[in-house]
């Protein structure tokens, strides 16, 4: 018996990263999954949806910055589901690499879209149900950058702490209702830290080797301890916790017997302080 038997998750940018990982441990956990990310559709279905299987999988293409389509994918998922019990909102995008002055306003607005206004879109979306039945749960993902400044990533950093405020208020909000809001601060995944690296080294005028750099974060820590970064004077490093982590404490916060956590933003970066 699945630890999420009978219950219903929309999961956004499943297509990749963290999200496709929480799809997975959602689904293997008996949970239906309602997944969407902007990628084609035959390019979402044929990719994660396939590997759910027996009818537990509804794939949507949305762009989850359009209230429209928000609204159309949590409206089908009640209609084939019946229900909505868990939103995890992990959709983002990593934004422009430049100081603020040189930055267009419509830089500035797309990254707060996808990685702020999704989530009160989706929020939007699933709570009158949720408070109907007087259940629900709510996983928002921030960053480590919510919780400290990223230099020459304006939009990114005011988006994540966004994530943050907008978790705990949410969750005073709705906490009467028997619905938990909580947020996790990840380590990275390959996708993004190659989006960060790339801005990064355009931003300083330098080569990038996208080759390289994959290449350099496949490879296994030769030393690891507990939060080895630590003791890196030592020989020991880390890379930091991925995406398998981030899935992990996801359904953690999805079980039932954690009514008492909400309103947290709980890191999960390999060790990382923030």
């Avoid at 441990?25 to 990719?47: N, R, T």
């Avoid at 931003?203 to 750099?213: G, K, L, P, T, W």
């Avoid at 930091?240 to 999805?254: N, P, Q």
Wanted: proline share 3%; glycine share 12%; hydrophobic share 40%.
């Amino acid at each position: 018996m699945g630890k999420l038997d009978g219950k219903v998750a929309i999961i956004t940018g499943a297509g990749r990263g963290h999200a496709e990982a929480i799809t997975r441990k959602f689904a293997e956990e008996g949970a239906a999954v309602s997944i969407c990310d902007i990628i084609p559709l035959k390019e979402l279905e044929e990719g994660i949806g396939s590997k759910i299987g027996d009818g537990k999988a509804l794939c949507f293409q949305t762009d989850v910055s359009k209230e429209d389509q928000v609204n159309q994918m949590v409206n089908k998922t009640i209609e084939h589901f019946g229900t909505i019990d868990i939103l995890a909102n992990v959709v983002g995008i990593a934004g422009p690499t430049k100081d603020v002055w040189d930055m267009t306003l419509d830089e500035w607005k797309r990254t707060l879209d996808v990685n702020l206004d999704s989530l009160f879109l989706c929020c939007k979306a699933v709570l009158p149900g949720m408070i109907r039945k007087k259940y629900g749960k709510i996983i928002n993902f921030s960053s480590g950058t919510g919780k400290q400044p990223l230099s020459h990533r304006a939009p990114y950093a005011t988006s994540k702490m966004g994530v943050i405020g907008f978790t705990r208020t949410l969750a005073a909000d709705v906490g009467r209702y028997n619905i938990n809001v909580n947020a996790i601060c990840p380590g990275g995944h390959e996708e993004r830290s190659l989006e960060l690296a790339q801005g990064t080294a355009e931003y300083m005028n330098r080569s990038f080797d996208e080759a390289e750099f994959r290449n350099k974060f496949s490879q296994p820590t030769p030393k690891r301890v507990l939060a080895g970064r630590w003791c890196a004077d030592e020989g020991y490093g880390d890379k930091g916790s991925g995406t398998e982590e981030a899935a992990s404490l996801a359904l953690f916060l999805a079980l039932d017997d954690l009514a008492s956590i909400t309103g947290q933003d709980i890191n999960c970066g390999g060790g990382i302080m923030w």
